[in-house]
């Protein structure tokens, strides 16, 4: 029993000392920085680069998240995205040959030792199959499950203490930000995920005669090993290698952005990573490269998103705050009145913008911000959403500045309704809708009736919100509190002051213990009276 428990135990302590040893490597980055003195978005972004990848990972997450960080620092965490160092090529021989359990060379006739790219999680290297078919492969850093997980459970110790501390009652949860943070960083490191993720974008884009993505060899793909075919192509920012190919650069802009808007509106399945570097084309053709993180957009957010866009061209106030309000999930109590005039105000913004010129990215995190202030939490499909739209905005200005992306978005919108409108399932809504309306106006002559009886008979209730009420309300309540707490000050005094007349015992200072717990008491709770309302003014 005991040869059980001693190696659990010396386990644990090799987990906490390994967690103690991480947290001064953690503090020790911090005091390089010197936090102390303040932050800025370069210097919060040099020292999760500094921190390893967990916080590499976070920083991504967080650069989705304008409704948590702001845009400033959003922007700057987005240069993240940047390669890491890569390691040395034995250690990628070791790896392929442990997740094989055979020689390298028995797998792959050659591995080029020149990294194609150097991520936080995984690098990848060209290599030539033994059967001839030119492939990459990419490959997870060994013991990076570890590493990240330790840096998790520190991660989550710090935003307990910092909720504790704070008593914060924000819409963001730090805890929620790293959930998603680890649910995306444990996909990545499964590349079966990622291999499943590949297919089911290839099934759905498999119509498209100008869009792709690379092949991935099941057979030799693993937890930790994925295989693809390698793109003979040149990256979709390279205009040099475009013109040689003879590629027309403005078509190639629209069928991306095209396809783009594809995948939001009609599969609701996205890229949610389109910068450049991910964007290649080989024979006219676009090839989608890391698929690792996909964006989902239920029936219900893509609903919300195109009334958004609609209600956005016709200046329909109304309209947008039932899709604000569709797009997130109340933490709390909205005022309606407030969140209609920050809304109007949006809306006014663009009340003579040339539709062209509309910023579909800044338009969704403008309304991020609308929820974030009015305490509506924001899912994760749509802060995925705003940074694909923020970032392929920017590819297609970058390639193609004369196409406009919101007019393609605007235009499908249209055509997506046209090809869904059946006019026999229209008249069946509305044949079913006037049945209900018939049998609910019956039914309105016996309900009036019966709310009159009850008010002749005095058992009517009324509810009233009014509102707008809720502020004053809370000073009123701030201001019985604090009345309250002046008369427990002034009963323990007088209270306490009796038993001084007394001859009880035990006695401190000649004052019985009683009396000098009443006074102590009293002169916290009159200290407290006082901060309160010098923090109120």
């Known amino acids: 029993m005991l040869g059980k428990i001693f190696p659990e135990l010396n386990k644990e302590r090799k987990k906490d000392i390994g967690s103690a040893v991480r947290l001064k490597e953690m503090v020790a980055v911090l005091r390089k920085y010197e936090v102390v003195r303040g932050m800025t978005p370069e210097k919060l972004r040099h020292i999760l680069e500094d921190l390893g990848p967990t916080f590499v990972k976070l920083g991504q997450v967080m650069s989705m998240r304008p409704d948590f960080l702001p845009q400033e620092y959003c922007d700057e965490l987005m240069k993240l995205q940047n390669g890491a160092k890569p390691l040395p ?7 392929i040959e442990q997740e094989y359990s055979r020689r390298w060379n028995k797998v792959f006739a050659s591995i080029d030792e020149e990294v194609l790219g150097s991520a936080s999680i995984a690098q990848v290297h060209r290599a030539v199959l033994t059967t001839g078919e030119r492939v990459v492969v990419k490959v997870q850093r060994p013991g990076i499950y570890k590493v990240m997980s330790r840096d998790m459970v520190l991660l989550k110790r710090a935003a307990r203490l910092v909720r504790v501390v704070s008593h914060s009652q924000d819409v963001i949860d730090f805890d929620m930000v790293l959930e998603e943070m680890w649910g995306i960083a444990k996909q990545e490191m499964d590349f079966l995920i990622e291999a499943d993720h590949i297919e089911e974008f290839r099934h759905l884009n498999q119509d498209e005669a100008f869009v792709t993505c690379p092949n991935v060899y099941r057979n030799l793909t693993t937890q930790h090993i994925l295989v693809m075919e390698y793109v003979d192509g040149v990256r979709i920012d390279d205009f040099d290698g475009l ?7 403005t078509l190639l802009g629209r069928r991306l952005g095209e396809n783009y808007v594809k995948q939001i509106i009609e599969d609701g399945y996205f890229h949610a990573d389109p910068h450049p570097g991910n964007i290649w084309v080989r024979g006219g053709r676009i090839v989608w490269l890391d698929l690792g993180m996909m964006g989902r957009l239920s029936n219900r957010d893509r609903t919300a998103i195109r009334k958004a866009v609609i209600a956005l061209a016709n200046h329909d106030t109304f309209e947008m705050k039932t899709a604000v309000l569709a797009l997130g999930v109340p933490r709390g109590h909205i005022n309606h009145t ?21 910023k579909m990215g800044v338009l969704t995190r403008q309304i991020m911000n609308i929820l974030r202030v009015h305490h509506i939490a924001c899912p994760q499909g749509l802060s995925m ?27 499908s919108l249209q055509l997506n309704f046209k090809k869904n409108f059946d006019w026999r399932d229209e008249l069946s809504k509305a044949k079913r809708e006037s049945y209900l309306l018939m049998r609910k106006s019956m039914a309105l002559p016996e309900q009036i009736s019966d709310i009159l009886k009850m008010t002749m008979s005095g058992q009517t209730k009324v509810n009233l919100d009014l509102t707008g009420s809720e502020e004053p309300l809370r000073h009123v309540d701030k201001m019985v509190n604090r009345v309250i707490v002046a008369v427990l000050c002034a009963a323990l005094l007088l209270g306490s002051s009796t038993i001084c007349t007394t001859n009880m015992t035990p006695k401190i200072m000649e004052i019985p213990l009683l009396g000098f717990v009443g006074y102590l008491i009293a002169f916290v709770l009159s200290i407290r009276l006082i901060w309160d309302i010098h923090k109120g003014r």
């Open 243 to 249: 013109r040689a190919r003879g590629v027309d650069i």
């Open 89 to 95: 090529f034995s250690t990628i021989l070791e790896v």
């Open 385 to 411: 959403f705003a940074r694909g739209l923020l970032t392929i905005e920017g590819v297609m200005r970058l390639v193609c500045p004369k196409v406009s992306f919101v007019e393609i978005f605007a235009k």
């Open 338 to 358: 407030a969140l209609y005039q920050d809304i109007d105000a949006l809306m006014a913004q663009y009340s003579t913008l040339d539709f062209r010129d509309l």
